[in-house]
């Protein structure tokens, strides 16, 4: 798998791309929704660029509703520039395939802002000894493009006390990431009620967002360096379930949060 390789766009009209989606990226069902986010969001700051925003403005925000599957093959882009103010830019982006709109996203892309400091959110915990590798032998499939290594009581369909993910993961090409990719990633793990139940269930995202806590835009990890997330369904009712994660770089800093609704059932 090549990142740069899924993530190549064909102009083909104005503020409109052409991306395609290959075996690699394929899903439980479908094709993973987090690489089409991916390619929404390339699409959305390839007009950015091409308009002259300043390159300090960076994705802060993204919400991405997924109306209907995705399947490996062709995907047409459109990109909308909502607002463009002095520090703040709102884009719309449409995914079809085969003229049926699959994907619709919000991006809020900013350069940085001065504020007020805090978190409450509970530090990252240390990874302990017995990871696991998280891969599908034998297939190719989207859970293969990420290095992870889940946390030895983080088992799928086996029952546990929580719908709780947590792992230690980082890009298999390279030691660099920027934005698209982790918006990938946000939506890269399978859903956290697996770890609860026993058997499948249907557990399909239809809204998936972030929220980035850098202006970096891009970030690097070390020799050994991991981003440590944790991904948790905290709560279903009447056929949906809410899941939240929260992504920290290895010094502990949280860099992302994410928040997903689904069909749970």
Sequence with gaps: MNWDHALALEPVDHNMFRGHVDEDWTSLQGVHGGVVAALALTAAERVLHEL???PSTTLRAATVGYVAGNTVGDLTIDVEVVRRGRSLVSTHV?????????TVARFHHSQPWEGIELSDIAPPPPRPAGTVRLQREGARAHINNV????????QVLA???SAEWIAWSRPLD???FASAWLLMFGDYFPPAVFAKVT???RAVTIEYSMQVHSAAGRWHLGEGEHLTARMHANHAHDGFAVEDGWIHLPDGTLLATTRQTRLAG
């Design 52 to 54: 002259g925003v300043d």
């Design 94 to 102: 449409r995914t079809t395939q085969d003229a049926k709109t699959t």
């Design 174 to 176: 390279g030691d660099n």
């Design 199 to 201: 058997a499948p269930v």
């Design 147 to 154: 290095e992870t290594h889940l946390h030895p009581d983080t």
């Design 159 to 161: 029952g546990g006390d």
